[in-house]
């Protein structure tokens, strides 16, 4: 018998060996950033969490630039000069711990030091918790001739559903490395992978991610 454990690998193997053809592949890092994950984090519960899988990440986008895969920082730059926030109660605490003063430029809105290289692709966005609606994250990637996303990065409690639910919208084929991603508190995120996230996009690991892109790239 064949447990649901088996099944989920062999599930997450076939996902990444689809994306043997490196061809309209991106990776997209969502607000790993310093204000966000690092030691200055304006949200430290997911900053803590988030300590566990950056290494995790690491590996993925070190594999997606071997394998000539663009890697996109979607990230937080604050508002613009007489922005708002919305009325979400996340944007309280956002703000409580001084989220509304970054600037593009200042630390807290760059993309950690373990995470960046020089040839990445960084789009701020000035407006919203979400990294797509009103942003040029999906316009950006079309222009690219991106067709699939694998999304890694925080969180999996707002961010990462609102991306992933608007790219799978605008036909983008959305994949998530379940590793690479997470939420708060780590039993949330578990759960929101397992029953919100995995209705929006196809879960895969790192490790199968990373095997099927050190194999030799499939021509069409």
Same mark, same amino acid.
Not at 1 to 8: E, F, V
Not at 88 to 107: E, F
């Given at each position: 018998?064949? %447990?649901?454990?088996?099944?989920?690998?062999?599930?997450?193997?076939?996902?990444?060996?689809?994306?043997?053809?490196?061809?309209?592949?991106?990776?997209?890092?969502?607000?790993?950033?310093?204000?966000?994950?690092?030691?200055? %984090?304006?949200?430290?519960? *997911?900053?803590?969490? &988030?300590? =566990?899988?950056?290494?995790?990440?690491?590996?993925? /986008?070190?594999?997606? +630039?071997? =394998?000539?895969?663009?890697?996109?920082?979607?990230?937080?730059?604050?508002?613009?000069?007489?922005?708002?926030?919305?009325?979400?109660?996340?944007?309280?605490?956002?703000?409580?711990?001084?989220?509304?003063?970054?600037?593009?430029?200042?630390?807290?809105?760059?993309?950690?030091?373990? !995470?960046?290289?020089?040839?990445?692709?960084? *789009?701020?966005? +000035?407006?919203?918790? %979400?990294?797509?609606?009103?942003?040029?994250? !999906?316009?950006?990637?079309?222009?690219?001739?991106?067709?699939?996303?694998? !999304?890694?990065? /925080?969180?999996?409690?707002?961010?990462?559903?609102?991306?992933?639910?608007?790219?799978?919208?605008?036909?983008?084929?959305?994949?998530?490395?379940?590793?690479?991603?997470?939420?708060?508190?780590?039993?949330?995120?578990?759960?929101?992978?397992?029953? &919100?996230?995995?209705?929006?996009?196809?879960?895969?690991?790192?490790?199968? !991610?990373?095997?099927?892109?050190?194999?030799?790239?499939?021509?069409?």
């Amino acid at each position: 018998m064949t %447990s649901s454990k088996d099944n989920g690998s062999t599930s997450s193997a076939r996902a990444a060996e689809a994306m043997a053809d490196r061809a309209g592949l991106a990776v997209v890092c969502v607000e790993c950033q310093n204000g966000v994950i690092g030691p200055e %984090s304006v949200l430290p519960a *997911l900053a803590a969490e &988030t300590h =566990a899988v950056v290494s995790d990440i690491a590996r993925l /986008v070190t594999a997606a +630039r071997g =394998a000539g895969i663009p890697v996109v920082h979607a990230t937080f730059e604050g508002f613009v000069v007489g922005g708002r926030p919305g009325k979400a109660p996340l944007w309280r605490a956002l703000n409580g711990a001084g989220a509304d003063r970054w600037q593009p430029g200042d630390p807290a809105t760059q993309v950690v030091t373990e !995470l960046f290289d020089p040839a990445d692709i960084v *789009l701020g966005r +000035r407006q919203g918790l %979400s990294p797509t609606r009103g942003t040029e994250l !999906l316009p950006v990637l079309r222009s690219m001739g991106i067709h699939t996303i694998v !999304l890694a990065g /925080v969180s999996v409690n707002v961010a990462l559903p609102l991306t992933a639910a608007d790219a799978s919208e605008d036909g983008f084929r959305v994949v998530v490395a379940r590793d690479a991603v997470t939420g708060s508190p780590a039993e949330y995120a578990r759960q929101a992978l397992r029953h &919100t996230i995995a209705m929006l996009a196809d879960i895969v690991t790192v490790d199968d !991610l990373t095997a099927a892109w050190a194999a030799p790239a499939v021509r069409a």
